[in-house]
């Protein structure tokens, strides 16, 4: 069974910085998809940012406030996130989109409170 752990979230003011991690169980590979997800109170949820290989995606929401990464060696990626905004509130989840076979699994989620 494959697991994705998150860790690196908690409560921070408004443009300060959070560091989210997400390790997985298994290889990743250059093939296979990780990306971040939020879901806000009474949200859908909504994709954050996401990485295959060298290719990276932002929301616009996030983009040029955010830094998606990847490490092989850990098996681990991770979401570098500064200016951050109240409405940046929610809980993020890692994903891993596989190709083969065709899966996708979760994390259990991480939660981020912005607050002045």
């Not at 955010?66 to 993020?92: F, G, R």
Request: hydrophobic letters at 35%.
């Amino acid at each position: 069974q494959v697991q994705l752990v998150e860790s690196g979230g908690g409560l921070v003011r408004p443009g300060g910085s959070l560091r989210l991690s997400c390790a997985a169980s298994i290889g990743i590979g250059s093939i296979n998809t990780m990306g971040w997800y939020r879901q806000a109170p009474g949200k859908t949820r909504e994709l954050v940012a996401t990485i295959t290989g060298d290719s990276t995606n932002y929301a616009d929401s996030v983009k040029g406030r955010s830094t998606i990464s990847m490490d092989n060696a850990e098996n681990a990626v991770s979401l570098q996130m500064n200016n951050l905004k109240p409405e940046d509130t929610a809980v993020y989840y890692c994903k891993l989109a596989r190709k083969f076979p065709r899966k996708e699994y979760w994390g259990q989620g991480t939660h981020v409170t912005v607050f002045s």
